[in-house]
T-cell receptor
Framework: DQQVKQNSPSLSVQEGRISILNCDYTNSMFDYFLWYKKYPAEGPTFLISISSIKDKNEDGRFTVFLNKSAKHLSLHIVPSQPGDSAVYFCAALIQGAQKLVFGQGTRLTINP | EAQVTQNPRYLITVTGKKLTVTCSQNMNHEYMSWYRQDPGLGLRQIYYSMNVEVTDKGDVPEGYKVSRKEKRNFPLILESPSPNQTSLYFC?????????????FGPGTRLTVT
């Protein structure tokens, strides 16, 4: 049972435009959400996170939005740059629990 | 430089031949974990360790063993590898279980079992 789902395997966006990556979850006990970014031949790296008590967290060009009632979060990248081309994983956890639960990943391609 | 290292990075082996993938971190982290990444399934946790001599199963532990004799090392052992264990493996660490959202990942080990 996939508790964290990223329904778009891939996304292509033009450089300078906004990239929006989506993630849905089913477990209402999750209270912390994260995005990881992964380049080829490297491990995932932490990008941005949000606590369930917030609905928005911003870090430079990256903003994560959380809609608890819809059990949905999204990552906005503005403006998109070629270096943003990577696979993005959404993840969720119950704080103090033993594991992160990851989505399937979305491959983002930024076109010049 | 703070990092998680894995060895080997690439491994091709045959069914039934025991192998070990090493993982080491230099950040004095308490929490360590192993994941496998498969197409369409994302990252799934195999085993985790909250500290020395404390390990537990993740979501997909069958066919794997781990040990945590030292804080910095967390090897993954495949006693009798099978083709369905062909995958990309990642080791990760975090400060402790209360900070396990900010996990630091190694570069990955691509394993092929024929």
């Amino acid at each position: 049972d996939q508790q964290v789902k990223q329904n778009s395997p891939s996304l292509s966006v033009q450089e300078g435009r906004i990239s929006i990556l989506n993630c849905d979850y089913t477990n209402s006990m999750f209270d912390y959400f994260l995005w990881y970014k992964k380049y080829p031949a490297e491990g995932p790296t932490f990008l941005i996170s949000i606590s369930s008590i917030k609905d928005k967290n911003e870090d430079g060009r990256f903003t994560v939005f959380l809609n608890k009632s819809a059990k949905h979060l999204s990552l906005h990248i503005v403006p998109s740059q070629p270096g943003d081309s990577a696979v993005y994983f959404c993840a969720a956890l119950i704080q103090g629990a033993q594991k992160l639960v990851f989505g399937q990943g979305t491959r983002l391609t930024i076109n010049p | 430089e703070a990092q998680v290292t894995q060895n080997p990075r690439y491994l091709i082996t045959v069914t039934g031949k025991k192998l070990t993938v090493t993982c080491s971190q230099n950040m004095n982290h308490e929490y360590m974990s192993w994941y496998r990444q498969d197409p369409g399934l994302g990252l799934r946790q195999i085993y985790y360790s909250m500290n020395v001599e404390v390990t537990d199963k993740g979501d997909v532990p069958e066919g794997y063993k781990v040990s945590r004799k030292e804080k910095r090392n967390f090897p993954l052992i495949l006693e009798s590898p099978s083709p369905n264990q062909t995958s990309l493996y990642f080791c990760a660490s975090s400060l402790n279980r209360n900070k396990n959202y900010e996990q630091y990942f190694g570069p990955g080990t691509r394993l092929t079992v024929t």
